[in-house]
């Protein structure tokens, strides 16, 4: 966990917290003594969309920080009483008014970030068509880019560009994967896994 953003007042009571191995436990957590509770910090969920045409992705300008004016892929935080699915597909009909169904997306990724406590799970939905997207307050652009043509230079998510290219490799070849890793202070580290050409049930 990363130690610098510990929980420091109980939600209950407002009281300071100590750090204390609770009975069970095999490791020190915030722990209120008037409320007798433990404080759990744990990771936040984030759910990413990427739609596919042909060898085309559909890219996206934010229009909110961070990384206003570059361009990523429809994202963000799951809300509780949410599925991944749900919170994917809500993530993209705010970002792009592009409404899927949640059974429809197909998980592809699924990474830890360690040093910000977070993890990322990467969903993909192949199209038919080139569906139109909208402009919204956090999409200022859009566009269905090849590989060649997509702004490698002007990403919101540098990081992201080794899994953005797999992607491609994996759309144009119609080999498809899971990937599962992480990524920590020394450096990322991932393992994929072919899966074949499958795609959900209705």
């Known amino acids: 966990m990363n130690t610098d953003r510990t929980i420091r007042f109980c939600s209950y009571c407002g009281s300071a917290l100590v750090m204390k191995v609770p009975d069970g436990d095999d490791c ?10 433990a404080h759990y910090r744990n990771p936040t969920i ?19 920080d961070p990384g206003k004016g ?15 699915q749900q919170a994917t597909a809500r ?3 705010e970002e792009t008014k592009i409404s899927v169904a949640p059974e429809q997306l197909i998980p592809m990724s699924m990474s830890s970030v360690l040093p910000i406590d977070q ?17 919204t307050p956090e999409t200022l652009e859009w566009a269905w880019l090849d590989r060649e043509s997509s702004p490698w230079g002007e990403m919101a998510h540098p990081h992201s560009r080794a899994l953005v290219e797999q992607v491609y490799t994996a759309i144009e070849s119609e080999e498809y994967f899971m990937r599962v ?18 795609l959900p049930e209705a």
Do not use: D
């Open 119 to 135: 993890i990322y799970v990467v969903f993909r939905y192949p199209c038919e068509n080139e569906l139109a997207a909208s402009i």
């Open 28 to 37: 020190s957590r915030p722990w209120c003594e008037p409320c007798q509770e």
């Open 46 to 64: 984030l759910v990413a969309a990427f739609l596919h045409c042909g060898n085309k992705l559909l890219w996206t300008r934010r229009g909110i």
């Open 70 to 84: 570059k361009w990523a892929f429809p994202a963000g935080f799951v809300e509780c009483n949410e599925s991944l």
């Open 91 to 93: 993530e993209l009909r």
């Open 181 to 198: 890793g992480h990524m920590s202070s020394e450096g990322s580290c991932h393992h994929s896994y072919p899966l074949g050409v499958l």
